[in-house]
């Protein structure tokens, strides 16, 4: 059962284990998602020459994967770091930015999901729903779905693949294909800043390192979710609220957290 | 005739219909222009590798190519995307960063032309002189030419590619070749902030979505020295200048534009 | 001798000259480290394809690689640029992230030490430990050693390798092997933000631009230790930290730098 106090707990652990998360990234999102993990107290690690990758491997947390900026030979990196970190029992999360926008995308995704076997995926709408097969109608890298259309696809993924799915949105789900989590909040500006989608799953990533996946992306998400609502009450525009994102995720404390988390099940 | 007005009514057709810009741009600045994009209204993505391009820019309302950081495998890149782009009526803006710092650059540059036949060309003084075969004199991505300097070259290269050229300075020159326009205001804080100049091309992208040529050249432009001036009447330096340039990018009233926008027919 | 007097006019040379920095860094920091160096007055170029390098070569002051997320090819340009920088006396920073933490990090470090004679080597005790061949325990790109116990190692690595070496930490050591100095100072949110070690590394290299290598190093390390102690008076995190370390480094007074700076003699 999954309550606010547990997902807290999950935050004091992050801070005190500091957990090395290896991320293999778009190139829009590293410098926040590195910022993001160090805010929340991980470290933030990000490398994609595979002759490194299985000496880097050995002593990461965690791993993510996220196909913003794809190419030939990232995507070969992202492959090889999937399987070093499935040997070694690292858990991996999956962010299938863009899914269903090109041929490329869907199948690069579901070819990693299948390499890596994540513990974690976590996309939006129409991502989930180019994973899972449906007649898409993307418009880039931003979702045209709701949450809840996505609802079927992300239960469906998740009990296909073995893992928990997250379909990010107004409201976030949270589901391992048998149970699943509402997490509500947030603020309006979150889309008008670049890859705070791209930091959920980072930041995901560090909780996936120290809980299960089911409790790790439920965290992950209630956290973004926290520090994005007491940063739009400080801020002025996407600029500012960027700036009091970071601060919020640094210095939020549990009385902060219980007081604005929105956590329900479904 | 460009007025004021006619520029703002630019603005709210971005923010109605956030076009999808598609960039391939250099890896300092893609944060700071894909957050300049999502605070003006428009919808960013970023992508190079050329198997995936095609379906890109069949959803693409316009696509920014930036040289910043160019290598062999990149500029295969730009090619393919200005290839598409052109086949279906993809408006272009290119941003030559650094032509005449390398002989590759301004081959480059021109090339892109060639294959792309841009809406727009956005660049400094020294690029633009650089394009037209002028002796110059550069020092890295920095201009050491005026946009006065740079207004003859401006004229002839609109001529020569039948396309619209902005000389970004003190005072941003915009022209067709046939009809001039010049912006002021701004503020010398812009210029300390890196990529400030390629997010001016990355906003008239979002504007040759939805205007033609001139008009959207002269709504960029006008609107990067607005948010830049109440930008600047806020800050203590180039990092509080960046942050209250996105939140004016993102609050920007028709009040404040036509209370500020300087633009005058040369 | 190195006075604080003496590092101050090294700020202004810099500020009055806008030396011309080429970086070939990670691509988590790019962007932080051209705004740092636009911010303290230097004008920054980052590219990194081979055939442009002898071009760019010829016309920077000083030379900074950071082997942060490198790869065969980026590996390859920066031997290029090393090499083209040696021929040509541009003065080089080596920034060896992660020694330690992959065999191919450790390899590349001194690979580009030997094919570059660096007037500057800044690391943290970790990868100073690692180049000197000693045992080593890394935790990713984050130190897990303190600079006091890497004394030895940047001593006897700069007689090695006859330049000058800092190790970053709490404490900054900078040492050219038979003279040491310490800065104090600075702020724990420092490296609550990712690439201020890397950023150092940038900064240095402005300095080495216009000032001999142990001068360079510690003017390049003092002002980043008073911009971050100013920074953090103002600070509730490390988003607003990033925004007013920048806004101080271009800020920055005479009496400012003079009345926190904290340098002694080991």
Same mark, same amino acid.
Request: proline share 4%; charged share 15%.
């Given at each position: 059962?999954?309550?606010?106090?547990?997902?807290?707990?999950?935050?004091? #652990?992050?801070?005190?284990?500091?957990?090395?998360?290896?991320?293999?990234?778009?190139?829009?999102?590293?410098?926040?998602?590195?910022?993001?993990?160090?805010?929340? *107290?991980?470290?933030?690690?990000? =490398?994609?020459?595979?002759?490194?990758?299985?000496?880097?491997?050995?002593?990461?947390?965690?791993?993510?994967?996220?196909? *913003? #900026?794809?190419?030939? =030979?990232?995507?070969?990196?992202?492959?090889?770091? +999937?399987?070093?970190?499935?040997?070694?029992?690292?858990?991996?999360?999956?962010?299938?930015?863009?899914?269903?926008?090109?041929?490329?995308?869907?199948?690069?995704?579901?070819?990693?999901?299948?390499? @890596?076997?994540?513990?974690?995926?976590?996309?939006?709408?129409?991502?989930?729903?180019?994973?899972?097969?449906?007649?898409?109608?993307?418009? @880039?890298?931003?979702?045209?779905?709701?949450?809840?259309?996505?609802?079927?696809?992300?239960?469906?993924?998740?009990?296909?693949?073995?893992?928990?799915?997250?379909?990010?949105?107004?409201?976030?789900?949270?589901?391992?294909?048998?149970?699943?989590?509402?997490?509500?909040?947030?603020?309006?500006?979150?889309?008008?800043? #670049?890859?705070?989608?791209?930091?959920?799953?980072?930041?995901? @990533? +560090?909780?996936?390192?120290?809980?299960?996946?089911?409790?790790?992306?439920? +965290?992950?998400? =209630?956290?973004?979710?926290?520090?994005?609502?007491?940063?739009?009450?400080?801020?002025?525009?996407?600029?500012?609220?960027?700036?009091?994102?970071?601060?919020?995720?640094?210095?939020?404390?549990?009385?902060?957290?219980?007081?604005?988390?929105?956590? #329900?099940?479904?």
């Amino acid at each position: 059962m999954i309550t606010p106090e547990l997902l807290w707990s999950h935050v004091e #652990t992050v801070r005190a284990k500091a957990p090395l998360v290896h991320s293999i990234t778009n190139l829009v999102v590293m410098n926040l998602n590195a910022n993001a993990l160090l805010a929340l *107290g991980a470290s933030p690690i990000m =490398a994609h020459e595979p002759e490194e990758l299985p000496d880097l491997m050995a002593i990461a947390s965690a791993l993510v994967l996220n196909i *913003g #900026t794809l190419d030939k =030979a990232w995507i070969g990196s992202m492959k090889v770091a +999937a399987r070093e970190a499935y040997k070694r029992a690292v858990p991996l999360v999956i962010d299938p930015v863009g899914a269903g926008a090109s041929r490329l995308r869907t199948e690069t995704a579901l070819a990693l999901i299948a390499e @890596g076997q994540p513990a974690v995926i976590r996309a939006n709408a129409s991502e989930l729903l180019a994973l899972a097969g449906g007649a898409v109608n993307t418009k @880039g890298v931003d979702s045209t779905h709701t949450a809840t259309q996505a609802r079927d696809a992300a239960r469906s993924l998740a009990l296909e693949f073995r893992c928990t799915v997250v379909a990010s949105g107004e409201t976030d789900l949270v589901t391992n294909g048998r149970e699943t989590w509402h997490l509500g909040g947030g603020s309006a500006l979150m889309p008008r800043i #670049t890859g705070m989608g791209c930091t959920c799953s980072a930041i995901v @990533g +560090a909780f996936a390192a120290v809980a299960d996946p089911l409790d790790a992306a439920a +965290a992950g998400m =209630a956290i973004m979710k926290v520090a994005a609502e007491l940063a739009a009450g400080k801020a002025s525009g996407p600029g500012s609220m960027q700036v009091h994102f970071l601060d919020a995720l640094y210095s939020l404390s549990r009385a902060d957290f219980l007081g604005h988390v929105k956590l #329900t099940r479904a």
